[in-house]
Nanobody, 125 residues
Framework: QVQLVESGGGLVQAGGSLRLSCAAS????????VGWYRQAPGKEREFVAA????????HYEDSVKGRFTISRDNAKSTVYLQMNSLKFEDTAVFYC??????????????????WGQGTQVTVSS
């Protein structure tokens, strides 16, 4: 089993930045693809970004390319999502999720077995 805990959400003005963290425990996650997803009120959950187990390969949803950066520190069992130039429409609950031996490009199309509880990101306009 893998346990995931997100942190770093909050309230920020449009144009501002936040860094989300996803701390893993239970197993070494260096072989797990990890993705960030978000769900806005009244909308379906959507894929945001994903990273390979070794951190070399990343994949982003088009609307966040150039603004968000996903990274990981396997020594700390933590995956990060740096979010810059935040927009009102980025307001959502952000979740991290993990699946073993999964490429980042596949993460938009699968439902990972392990999920965190989510962290709220609110961007004021």
């Amino acid at each position: 089993q893998v346990q995931l805990v997100e942190s770093g959400g909050g309230l920020v003005q449009a144009g501002g930045s936040l860094r989300l963290s996803c701390a893993a425990s239970g197993r070494t996650i260096s072989s797990y693809g990890v993705g960030w997803y978000r769900q806005a009120p009244g909308k379906e959950r959507e894929f945001v970004a994903a990273i390979s187990g070794n951190g070399v390969v990343t994949h982003y949803e088009d609307s966040v390319k150039g603004r968000f950066t996903i990274s990981r520190d396997n020594a700390k069992s933590t995956v990060y999502l740096q979010m810059n130039s935040l927009k009102f429409e980025d307001t959502a609950v952000f979740y991290c999720a993990a699946r073993e031996l999964t490429a980042p490009q596949a993460m938009p199309f699968i439902v990972p077995p392990y999920w965190g509880q989510g962290t709220q990101v609110t961007v004021s306009s």
